[in-house]
T-cell receptor, first 114, second 116 residues
Framework: GENVEQHPSTLSVQEGDSAVIKCTYS??????FPWYKQELGKRPQLIID?????GEKKDQRIAVTLNKTAKHFSLHITETQPEDSAVYFC?????????????FGRGTSLIVHP | KAGVTQTPRYLIKTRGQQVTLSCSPI?????VSWYQQTPGQGLQFLFE???????NKGNFPGRFSGRQFSNSRSEMNVSTLELGDSALYLC???????????????FGSGTQLSVL
């Protein structure tokens, strides 16, 4: 099955710093790579995603980069703010039975200190 | 548009009992998937339904089952509850015309199940 590794498990930064979270995967057929943010006590929400036909996608302070050859993709958050504090999950859908099974990384707890 | 709705929000059960959780997807979404979230294991896929058919099942014992109705609402059932079943159970819906789940997932707030 798909193996997804996410690092680091915890990331502590000062407000205004940048944060980078990386996920590596094993299934080379994967073609969709989303990132979800889960604030404490709340539901996971998609914050950005990328498809395999592009290498980078930006949305204001958030960006995702994809390296298909090396099988990894990363979430970049610039000018971090306290409200960015949350757990971030990557996901890699694995093709199965005409559909896909999403495999999630273990999550990264991002703490932004004011 | 209303989001994904899960009921109940909290449940307390004892070992050996069974439980049924409900999920109403976003209107127009035909795919519903279920996940178990625990601090130790993270988010793990349980199963996915599309047009009332289970298309995929994760690596969970047969005590975990589900179904989907013609209006796309879904239920999951856990029988003979064990202490280790204590977790947050999340469902997610997805809009897909092809039936593929490589599209964004919209999660519900989850049902927090505690097994005593």
């Amino acid at each position: 099955g798909e193996n997804v590794e996410q690092h680091p498990s915890t990331l502590s930064v000062q407000e205004g710093d940048s944060a980078v979270i990386k996920c590596t995967y094993s299934d080379s057929a994967s073609n969709y790579f989303p990132w979800y943010k889960q604030e404490l006590g709340k539901r996971p929400q998609l914050i950005i995603d990328i498809r395999s036909n592009v290498g980078e996608k930006k949305d204001q302070r958030i960006a995702v980069t994809l390296n298909k050859t090396a099988k990894h993709f990363s979430l970049h958050i610039t000018e971090t703010q306290p409200e960015d504090s949350a757990v971030y999950f990557c996901a890699v859908p694995q093709a199965s039975g005409g559909s896909y099974i999403p495999t999630f990384g273990r999550g990264t707890s991002l703490i932004v200190h004011p | 548009k209303a989001g994904v709705t899960q009921t109940p929000r909290y449940l307390i059960k004892t070992r050996g009992q069974q439980v049924t959780l409900s999920c109403s997807p976003i209107s127009g979404h035909r795919s519903v998937s279920w996940y178990q979230q625990t601090p130790g294991q993270g988010l793990q896929f349980l199963f996915e339904y599309f047009s009332e058919t289970q298309r995929n099942k994760g690596n969970f014992p047969g005590r975990f089952s589900g179904r989907q109705f013609s209006n796309s609402r879904s239920e999951m059932n856990v029988s003979t509850l064990e202490l280790g079943d204590s977790a947050l159970y999340l469902c997610a819906s997805s809009f897909t015309s092809t039936g593929a789940v490589n599209e964004k997932l919209f999660f519900g707030s989850g049902t927090q199940l505690s097994v005593l």
